[in-house]
C-alpha cells in the first residue's frame, strides 16, 4: 500500500510543485497572467527577447528568485525538521531546536539597531544572522556534550533553554535601541520573510540544502536504525555517537544558512515532515525526498498568498505558516492510524 502510493506521489508532488511555481510567479503587488509568466520565463530559457520588458522585469529579476528561494528554504526545512526528529526521536522536535533561529535572531538584532557589518551593504543582515547562529548552535553543542554528550534529552532541554536566553536578549537589543523602527525590522525578520531574495542570494542555500539532502539521503538506513532508539542502532553496527554528533553539524550549518535568507519561518520543519510520513511512511530513503518536495510546495503557496492577502503590502510568511500549520498539525495528530515513526 505504501510503495504504491510512493510510487504515485513523486510525480503528483513534482508536478504540484512545478505548477505552483509558475502560479506563484503571477502573484503580487500587481497580478501578471499565466501567459505572461510563460512568455517571459520562455524567453529568458532560449535567449531571446522578451515581448514587455516591463513584466520581464517583474517576473524574472523580482518573483522567479523569490519563488526558487521559498521552494529552496521550504524543501531545506521539511528535510531538516525530519532529522531533528528522528535525531531526538520526539515528534515535536523542529529544525529551530537547537536555538539557532534564537541565536540568529540576536545576529540580526545587532545589525539592526548597532549598525553591525554595514559596509556589507545587503549581506549585512544575512551575515549577522548567520554568525548569530552559527555561535548560538556551538554554545549548545559545547554545553550538551560538557553535560554528558549529545543525547535526544540533553539536546531537548540545552536547545530549549539557551533559545529563551537567545530570544530574551534580542529583545532587550531592541528595548535599548534608539531607533524607533528597529522593533518593527527586527520582528518582521524574525516572523520570516522572502522579500528580500534575488538572484545573488540563492547559490548559498541552493548548494547548502542539496549537499545536506544528499548526506541524509546517503545515510538514510543509519536513520531509520536511530528511531528504532541508539542500543538498537549500535547493536547493528550503527557509529550512534558519530552520528549524532554528524548529523548536529549538518542540521545547525542547513538551518543558520536558511534562517538567515529567510528569518524564522515556523511550521514547516514541524508539520510537512508529518504529512510526507503518512504518504510514503516512515522510511526515510523515500520521506527525505518526500519531505523536500512538500515542504518546497508549502512555502512557495504560502509565500505567494502573502503578496495577495493584503495587497499592495503582504504579511510575514510565518505568520502564514503559523496559522495554516497549527489547525493542519492538530488535524493530522488527531487521525488514530497515524504514529510517529509507524510503518
Not at 135 to 163: D, N, S, W, Y
Not at 209 to 219: D, E, Q, R, T, Y
Not at 307 to 314: C, F, G, I, M, S
Not at 330 to 342: D, S
Request: proline share 5%.
Amino acid at each position: 500500500m505504501i510503495r504504491a502510493r510512493t510510487s504515485l506521489a513523486f510525480p503528483l508532488l513534482g508536478a504540484l510543485l512545478l505548477a505552483a511555481m509558475i502560479g506563484a510567479t503571477g502573484f503580487g503587488a500587481e497580478i501578471v497572467p499565466v501567459s505572461a509568466v510563460l512568455d517571459t520565463l520562455g524567453a529568458r530559457l532560449t535567449g531571446t527577447t522578451p515581448t514587455d520588458l516591463g513584466v520581464d522585469t517583474i517576473v524574472w529579476q523580482l518573483r522567479v528568485p523569490r519563488t526558487v528561494l521559498a521552494a529552496v528554504v521550504g524543501a531545506g526545512l521539511a528535510l531538516a525538521g525530519a532529522a531533528m526528529q528522528t535525531l531526538v526521536r520526539n515528534p515535536l522536535a523542529d529544525p529551530y531546536l537547537l536555538g539557532v533561529s534564537s541565536g540568529a535572531g540576536v545576529g540580526a538584532a545587532a545589525v539592526i539597531t548597532s549598525g553591525l557589518f554595514a559596509g556589507a551593504g545587503i549581506w549585512a543582515l544575512s551575515g549577522g544572522a548567520l554568525a548569530g547562529a552559527f555561535g548560538a548552535a556551538t554554545l549548545v553543542f559545547l554545553v550538551a556534550f560538557a553535560q554528558g554528550g549529545l543525547t535526544p534529552l540533553r539536546l531537548v532541554l540545552t536547545g530549549t533553554v539557551l533559545g529563551s536566553a537567545f530570544a530574551a536578549f534580542s529583545s532587550y537589543l531592541v528595548f535599548r535601541s534608539t531607533d524607533p523602527a528597529a522593533a518593527q525590522s527586527v520582528l518582521f525578520w524574525l516572523l520570516g520573510s522572502l522579500a528580500g531574495a534575488d538572484w545573488t542570494t540563492l547559490a548559498l542555500p541552493l548548494v547548502v540544502v542539496v549537499v545536506a539532502g544528499a548526506v541524509l539521503l546517503a545515510i538514510a538506513g543509519w536513520l531509520d536504525a536511530l528511531t528504532l532508539g541508539a542500543t538498537t542502532a549500535s547493536s547493528i553496527g550503527v557509529p550512534v555517537k558519530e552520528l549524532r554528533i554528524g548529523l548536529f553539524v549538518l542540521l545547525a550549518v542547513l538551518v543558520g544558512v536558511l534562517v538567515a535568507v529567510s528569518g524564522g519561518i515556523g511550521f514547516v520543519g514541524l508539520v510537512v515532515p508529518h504529512a510526507a510520513r503518512m504518504i510514503v511512511g516512515p522510511r526515510h530513503r523515500a520521506l527525505l525526498p518526500a519531505c523536500a518536495l512538500c515542504g518546497a510546495l508549502f512555502l512557495v503557496i504560502a509565500d505567494a498568498a502573502t503578496r495577495v492577502l493584503v495587497r499592495p503590502t503582504e504579511i510575514p510568511v510565518g505568520v502564514l505558516t503559523g496559522l495554516i500549520g497549527a489547525p493542519t498539525f492538530l488535524l493530522l495528530m488527531g487521525r488514530r492510524r497515524y504514529h510517529f515513526g509507524a510503518s
